[in-house]
């Protein structure tokens, strides 16, 4: 029996600002810091590319800090609604099924030269 296989590219996720809920959470070691670590937010979206998927999912991949100067503080804050206080330590959990948008943009990647979808900012829900 032949296995026939046909060529298909990557569909990118397309730019804009879309819905989204925070499904997941993964903390790993950073890639680039091995004395760091890394926390990859998951946002479900209701985006379909064909009517018998479900909805896509995109991901945001921060330095596991809740520094001031942070990317994921802002994040976070808006997520739960409130600043956090000095030392305040911080659930990462209570963000799980949090409501937001995100504004998605296509960039180049500058070592392989493709093409790909980054979420570059997180909204709050309208």
Request: proline fraction near 4%; charged fraction near 30%; hydrophobic fraction near 35%.
């Amino acid at each position: 029996m032949a296995l026939t296989l046909k060529k298909t590219s990557k569909k990118l996720f397309p730019e804009g600002i879309y819905a989204a809920t925070v499904e997941k959470l993964e903390e790993a070691q950073s890639k680039f810091d091995p004395q760091k670590n890394t926390v990859t937010i998951w946002f479900k979206t209701p985006y379909k590319s064909r009517s018998d998927e479900s909805g896509w999912t995109m991901q945001l991949s921060c330095t596991a800090s809740l520094h001031e100067n942070s990317k994921l503080t802002p994040i976070v804050e808006m997520l739960l609604g409130r600043k956090f206080e000095e030392n305040e330590e911080v659930d990462l959990n209570t963000i799980l099924g949090k409501e937001c948008r995100i504004f998605v943009e296509h960039r180049v990647s500058e070592k392989t030269g493709k093409k790909y979808a980054s979420v570059t900012k997180v909204l709050p829900r309208e």
